[in-house]
T-cell receptor, first 112, second 118 residues
Framework: DAKTTQPPSMDCAEGRAANLPCNHS???????VYWYRQIHSQGPQYIIH???NNETNEMASLIITEDRKSSTLILPHATLRDTAVYYC?????????????FGAGTRLAVHP | GAVVSQHPSRVICKSGTSVKIECRSL??????MFWYRQFPKQSLMLMAT?????????EQGVEKDKFLINHASLTLSTLTVTSAHPEDSSFYIC??????????????FGPGTRLTVL
């Protein structure tokens, strides 16, 4: 089972920051948090990942709370093309492999 | 970089036939690839982990004789849906793990294959 909880849907105005929350209260000390997004009928696209520290790349910023029980993905200036389902995933080690177990995700709608 | 391709992108077949789907990492080596299935309006479900040179490991509830996986090289894994039936119709997506990332390795996903069984 997925170890994350996300709101099912969110709206954001174009040009504004989109802040997507994620709860992962049962995360273990060495488990990473990954964010992917999926645009309709495509494969998931990697966005960012982190362990303890906040991370930033050309797509987004990831803010992880000090207790690591929650995180927030920030898209600084949302565009219409950012409309997608966003998945927050805690990577788990199972059966000898690091695996991504997807939850339901957050459907982000960016509107003009 | 980190591009994963799948072929075919879309396939329609008759009930009872077998269908092979290829997953390739184009610009990196991947000893481990993963296969997922996604039904309409649902999330991705991990089916199996494919490891180069060894047998695949399947998640609970996934029939290994139904979904044959072969990982023949560091850049290619194949999924064969044997004796397909309409309930096997789904979106099949693979991912490949980039070794270069070390412990914090990242999985990159292919574009998916939509299988329709008539």
């Amino acid at each position: 089972d997925a170890k994350t909880t996300q709101p099912p849907s969110m709206d954001c105005a174009e040009g504004r920051a989109a802040n997507l929350p994620c709860n992962h209260s049962t995360i273990s000390g060495n488990e990473y948090v990954y964010w992917y997004r999926q645009i309709h009928s495509q494969g998931p696209q990697y966005i960012i990942h982190g362990l303890k520290n906040n991370e930033t790349n050309e797509m987004a910023s990831l803010i992880i709370t000090e207790d690591r029980k929650s995180s927030t993905l920030i898209l600084p200036h949302a565009t219409l093309r950012d409309t997608a389902v966003y998945y927050c995933i805690v990577r788990v080690f199972s059966g000898g492999y690091n695996k991504l177990i997807f939850g339901a995700g957050t459907r982000l709608a960016v509107h003009p | 970089g980190a591009v994963v391709s799948q072929h075919p992108s879309r396939v329609i077949c008759k009930s009872g036939t077998s269908v092979k789907i290829e997953c390739r990492s184009l610009d990196f080596q991947a000893t481990t690839m993963f296969w997922y299935r996604q039904f309409p309006k649902q999330s991705l479900m991990l089916m199996a982990t494919s490891n180069e040179g060894s047998k695949a490991t399947y998640e609970q509830g996934v029939e290994k004789d139904k979904f044959l996986i072969n990982h023949a090289s560091l850049t290619l894994s194949t999924l064969t849906v044997t004796s397909a039936h309409p309930e096997d119709s789904s979106f099949y997506i693979c991912s490949a793990r980039d070794l270069a990332g070390g412990w914090a390795d990242t999985q990159y996903f292919g574009p998916g294959t939509r299988l329709t069984v008539l």
